[in-house]
Nanobody, 115 residues
């Protein structure tokens, strides 16, 4: 069974950092591009970051460029999202997503940026 499980969310003060992790199972992780999305209350879900299967190409939402870094460790079947200089507007549920034959979402992890 294909599964994506996120972890690492929490409450952080503005300017702080968090690292999210997404562990994949039930498929050959190293063959698939991976994505991080987020959805804030009352807003549509948006693509935050993307990484190709071998990690050679990444792309970011303009508002997070220079602050967030997506990476992956294919030996651990895990993709990461390092988030620095966090802002209140980064508050959202963050989801891991991949198309593994069909669209697959993780359960999400809450990130709250507040003083």
């Amino acid at each position: 069974q294909v599964q994506l499980v996120e972890s690492g969310g929490g409450l952080v003060q503005p300017g702080g950092s968090l690292r999210l992790s997404c562990a994949g199972s039930g498929f050959t992780f190293s063959r698939y591009s991976m994505n991080w999305y987020r959805q804030a209350p009352g807003k549509e879900r948006e693509l935050v970051a993307f990484i190709t299967s071998a990690g050679g190409t990444t792309n970011y939402l303009d508002s997070v460029k220079g602050r967030f870094t997506i990476s992956r460790d294919n030996t651990k079947n895990t993709v990461y999202l390092q988030m620095n200089s966090l802002k209140p507007e980064d508050t959202a549920v963050y989801y891991c997503y991949a198309v593994v034959g069909y669209p697959t979402w993780g359960q999400g992890t809450q990130v709250t940026v507040s003083s």
